[in-house]
């Protein structure tokens, strides 16, 4: 059976970019705290400029209202469509520039072993989260209305900007989600 832990908006934390520059809302972080291994955030980015330094971290970027374009320190860029995945290393720091305009960015970091990809889907009636031992999933609804179902009747409701975190070992009975809208789903293992 999976289990369902909800992360409403509510619960998140707003924080200050390592470099001064913005902000961001820190939906997981593990172990909380400066030795994180994974974090998973949305940042609000209303200028171009430069990302935080974040030495040994592998980073994915979907930014989710405009485009964003990556220039990397060896001067290529990387354009990234809206709700599309970008993948960069978190040192040497990146310029973020913003082509259309300000938006927000999902970010999904890894580091210290720390093993998961981030898949922004459009959600259509029914989605499965299909099981694995040691596999859990966060969903994070960027825009629509979904509720998750997690087994013996447990349930959450999300709204834009709320996200759970669902534990799903049992391959018999997959967690479940219901809805319209655009979701990110990140997948992590243990």
Request: hydrophobic letters at 45%.
């Amino acid at each position: 059976m999976a289990t369902l832990r909800a992360i409403p908006r509510s619960a998140q934390r707003d924080e200050a970019w390592a470099n001064g520059a913005g902000s961001t809302t820190v939906i997981l972080r593990e172990p909380d705290g400066a030795d994180w291994a994974v974090r998973i955030s949305v940042a609000k980015v209303d200028h171009a400029g430069p990302f935080s330094e974040l030495p040994g971290t592998r980073r994915t970027l979907i930014p989710l209202d405009a485009p964003m374009t990556l220039r990397l320190p060896d001067g290529r860029e990387l354009a990234g469509a809206r709700f599309h995945a970008l993948q960069f290393d978190g040192s040497p720091a990146s310029d973020g520039l913003l082509p259309g305009g300000p938006t927000r960015d999902f970010n999904l970091m890894l580091r210290s072993g720390a093993r998961g990809e981030a898949l922004p889907r459009t959600l259509v009636d029914t989605m499965v989260l299909p099981g694995e031992p040691g596999l859990r999933w966060l969903v994070y609804l960027a825009a629509g209305r979904a509720v998750i179902h997690a087994g013996a009747g447990t349930h959450f409701t999300l709204n834009p900007g709320d996200a759970a975190l669902v534990l799903s070992d049992d391959t018999t009975d997959p967690a479940r989600i219901e809805g319209a809208g655009e979701i990110v789903l990140v997948r992590l293992y243990a």
